[in-house]
């Protein structure tokens, strides 16, 4: 720097002070004055300038200015020309300036002006001062006030050259030192703001019950925010519960260009920064999200269609930037639609066990280009994201669990009892079929016969005793019959009960067989649960009769399904299971009393549960299922409560 003055200022000091030139550069050592060492055989000025980045020499001197301007030109630079302050700083706000060569004297104002001027609104310009003779104290003051260089007139080009490719060289490094400054604060903000989303990750793992919802804002938030890795908008396409489709679930972000002000400005407002972002994850709207959610729910993707960008992204765990339209893959029309851009970004988002979704990320309102920076940096977030997704499925999967177990140890407490009570029924059932096939027969027959031989007898005395066997073998048939209608014949002790919790509570029953057994089962009772008079123990029997015949039917494992419908005053459970089946024949038998299908028992289970229905006003009706097992259709009527009911005159 300062190159032209230097050397004229020490001519002039070797020959007013007798110094030799030897003694003149030993003196130039003591005090450390830099001497220029940029090799003008390697870097060019006009390399140093980008395409649309110019000159420009403000000189109050038309000739002047036009010899130097001339100069430059050849050189093969561009320049534009300026006589007075005025022009200038038009030029300015025309061109890319890039370095501004400045005579200390012009017509409107002071050089001194126009340099702190110029040093204090444009940091990244640079500027070489020429003046008309030299002057220490003047060349210190320019370098304090901004300048990068101190040219005396005339002009020797040269030292304008290398004084030009030192500035612009300086300048570069200045603008990239710059540059990487703000790159390095954008990351340590980064790195930053992943720590916070790790520890509010924890914190929502350990205690939240709206896990899900919390862990996609905040993953959003994070995409978006000043603090975070600053898109402009961002979408969150999560897989549902059977991996089979893709759906949009939430989205962050301005709905327009129009509103995209507003929007950042409430944000500002709001001090919405790392430290208390987390605090407005409540689950309220944020600011502009109505018209990206309408966008989002608008991204539904059938997992089989593995050419879509969102799928593709998920089976290969890669990252998709699309440019302009274009990718590694064909991006259809109707996406880029859908979004309103053509540049975005899409992030999978996978677990070792599973993929979870996707996040699309774009800049729409600032049409900032996503550099490769920006992806590598979303994927650090994503993969942080997806141990959240995850940790938030186990949670919710332990938590499931863990009411399930809870509730069938409840049950299994509460209905041991009527679980007795089944097996002495089963028990006694098993027990009068073998007594069916052992006495029945031969108690007939010696009833018969000795009604027969009493009518033959001759002998009142032999005749007494054929009468007393006649009445004993009819005291034992209606004891057998006693037996075989063992069912309560008496009237339901009701009460109003929720008809589906007994459902629920009878599946549950059976939670541990079905475990053991490799059955799956399936409760599917929609709408609101019925209330309805029922006698809970018999009704519980009921279906535990039904349920038990249905994992009978499944030795091997299969599936179990419980479901309701409602048509009219009329409910109905289904209990299907994927069973053997039963034949259409059989179909019309089995509530019969004494007829089973099985190896064992007496038939007489489903014959109570009818019965039980029956006192209860409902009906059971038995169907093949498809392809193969049973299913069992109970409907129950639901009467209007008497409160229901107009009264008279009404």
């Not at 300015?92 to 890039?98: C, K, L, N, R």
């Not at 009892?417 to 006694?428: G, I, K, P, Q, S």
């Not at 279906?543 to 038990?548: P, S």
């Amino acid at each position: 720097m300062l190159y032209g003055f230097y050397w004229y200022f020490s001519t002039r000091l070797c020959r007013y002070s007798g110094l030799s030139s030897t003694d003149y550069k030993g003196l130039i050592r003591m005090v450390a004055i830099p001497t220029p060492t940029f090799s003008s055989s390697k870097t060019s000025s006009t390399s140093l300038l980008r395409p649309e980045e110019v000159i420009l020499v403000v000189d109050g001197s038309a000739q002047s200015g036009a010899r130097i301007s001339g100069y430059l030109s050849e050189s093969g630079m561009a320049v534009a020309s300026a006589a007075s302050a005025a022009d200038m700083f038009q030029l300015i706000g025309s061109y890319h300036i890039a370095c501004v060569i400045l005579d200390m004297k012009l017509p409107d104002h002071s050089g001194d002006e126009v340099l702190a001027d110029l040093a204090t609104s444009y940091p990244d310009l640079g500027i070489i001062i020429v003046a008309d003779e030299a002057d220490l104290q003047g060349a210190l003051h320019c370098l304090r006030r901004g300048a990068d260089d101190y040219l005396i007139k005339p002009i020797d080009y040269a030292q304008l050259t290398e004084s030009l490719k030192r500035t612009l060289h300086m300048r570069q490094l200045a603008i990239d030192n710059r540059v990487s400054q703000q790159q390095l604060h954008n990351m340590y903000k980064q790195a930053r703001f992943l720590h916070g989303l790790n520890l509010k990750m924890n914190n929502v793992y350990l205690g939240a019950q709206e896990l899900i919802d919390q862990v996609m804002r905040a993953i959003l938030v994070g995409i978006t925010s000043d603090d975070g890795l600053r898109f402009n908008r961002a979408f969150l396409a999560l897989f549902n519960e059977d991996q089979s489709l893709l759906k949009g679930v939430l989205a962050i972000g301005p709905g327009s260009r129009e509103e995209a002000g507003r929007v950042w400005e409430e944000m500002r407002g709001r001090g919405l920064d790392l430290h208390n972002l987390f605090g407005e994850l409540n689950g309220t709207p944020w600011p502009g999200d109505t018209a990206v959610n309408e966008i989002v729910q608008g991204l539904v993707v059938p997992a089989t269609h593995t050419d879509h960008p969102f799928i593709h992204a998920c089976i290969n765990r890669t990252s998709i930037l699309v440019t302009g339209g274009k990718s590694v893959i064909e991006i259809a029309p109707q996406l880029i639609q859908t979004l309103g851009v053509d540049c975005f970004v899409i992030v999978p988002l996978y677990s070792p066990r599973r993929e979870h979704g996707v996040i699309i990320a774009d800049n729409f309102v600032t049409g900032r280009a996503i550099a490769p920076f920006d992806v590598e940096a979303l994927e650090i977030f994503a993969g942080q994201a997806s141990l959240a997704i995850e940790q938030s499925h186990l949670y919710r999967e332990m938590h499931d669990t863990i009411e399930e177990l809870k509730t069938v140890t409840d049950e299994l407490e509460a209905g041991k009892n009527l679980l007795v009570e089944t097996e002495r029924y089963t028990a006694l059932g098993q027990m009068a079929g073998q007594l069916v096939h052992a006495l029945r027969n031969p108690i007939t027959a010696i009833g018969g016969t000795a009604r027969l031989l009493a009518r033959r007898a001759e002998n009142s005395q032999d005749k007494k005793f054929l009468d007393l066997i006649a009445a004993e073998a009819a005291t034992l048939e209606a004891t057998l019959a006693d037996l075989f209608t063992f069912v309560d014949s008496s009237p339901p002790d009701a009460s109003v009960q929720p008809l589906f919790a007994l459902v629920r509570r009878s599946v549950m029953a059976f939670y541990t067989t079905m475990k053991n057994q490799g059955i799956y089962y399936q409760l599917d009772l929609t709408g609101d649960d019925p209330h309805l008079p029922l006698d809970e123990e018999k009704i519980r029997q009921a279906f535990m009769q039904i349920i038990r015949n249905s994992i009978e039917a499944m030795p091997d494992g299969g599936i179990l399904n419980v479901s309701s419908a409602r048509r009219g005053d009329r409910i109905v459970i289904r209990i299907s299971d994927t069973g053997k089946g039963i034949t259409g024949t059989d179909l019309q038998r089995v509530t019969n009393p004494f007829y089973t299908t099985k190896t064992f028992g007496t038939g007489l289970g489903l014959t109570l549960v009818e019965q039980i229905l029956e006192s209860h006003g409902a009906h059971l009706h038995l169907s093949a299922n498809t392809p193969h097992g049973t299913i069992a259709a109970i409907t129950f009527i639901e009467k209007p409560s008497p409160e229901s009911q107009p009264t008279q005159g009404a």
